[in-house]
């Protein structure tokens, strides 16, 4: 094939298959739009009821209990409420290329809201020994927990990352291998 320049051009590279597929009209098979939908729906249920409708609660019981709770509830909700809408969409979006990038705001947006809870965080568990002495005492922060659960969303986003990479490079091959063909 010639272009306008008279420049030889290579034929187009046909999309990606891996080399068990022997069917020439095999696609994977991804669930459909409706059943994408569905799922995500319930993901967003579910998320919202941990990042919006928990803490409130969480803060009305600490401060009935006398322990301060410094954070806004309607921050709080308005940011879980995005975090939600943001993994319902991770999910209906993984058969596009959108999965990466889309996964990489959840996952900024989910680190930006523990980060405000460990800021804030002001509960911290003292455990002594069974004889109630003082001798090598263990406290460990609300913090620490939320720091750890920060490391999960930090791996995600490196996941996030180089799905978004292997996307470029060889676009279609992740396809195949999450929906393989039955």
Same mark, same amino acid.
């Given at each position: 094939m010639d272009d306008s320049a008279g420049q030889r051009r290579s034929p187009p590279r046909p999309a990606y298959r891996p080399p068990f597929v022997t069917d020439p009209f095999a696609r994977p098979r991804y669930p459909s739009v409706l059943t994408r939908i569905g799922v995500g729906i319930l993901i967003f249920l579910g998320v919202f009821l941990v990042l919006v409708? %928990?803490?409130?609660?969480?803060?009305?019981? *600490?401060?009935?209990? $006398? #322990?301060?709770?410094?954070?806004?509830?309607?921050?709080? /909700?308005?940011v879980g409420t995005l975090a939600a809408l943001l993994d319902a969409t991770y999910y209906a979006v993984r058969p596009t290329v959108a999965y990466g990038p889309v996964?990489?705001?959840?996952?900024?947006?989910?680190?930006?809201?523990?980060?405000?809870?460990?800021?804030?965080?002001?509960?911290?568990?003292?455990?002594?020994?069974?004889?109630?002495?003082?001798?090598?005492? %263990?406290?460990?922060?609300?913090?620490?927990? *939320?720091?750890?659960? $920060? #490391?999960?969303?930090?791996?995600?986003?490196?996941?996030? /990352?180089?799905?978004?990479?292997?996307?470029?490079?060889?676009?279609?091959?992740?396809?195949?291998?999450?929906?393989?063909?039955?």
């Open positions: 409708i %928990l803490p409130p609660y969480a803060a009305g019981l *600490l401060r009935s209990n $006398g #322990i301060p709770f410094s954070l806004s509830i309607q921050n709080l /909700a308005l996964g990489i705001a959840t996952d900024l947006v989910e680190l930006g809201y523990l980060y405000v809870f460990y800021l804030a965080s002001p509960i911290r568990i003292s455990l002594g020994d069974l004889n109630g002495s003082a001798h090598g005492v %263990l406290s460990i922060g609300f913090g620490v927990v *939320l720091l750890v659960l $920060g #490391i999960g969303a930090l791996w995600n986003l490196a996941g996030n /990352a180089t799905t978004t990479l292997h996307d470029l490079r060889r676009p279609g091959e992740r396809l195949w291998s999450t929906y393989p063909v039955r």
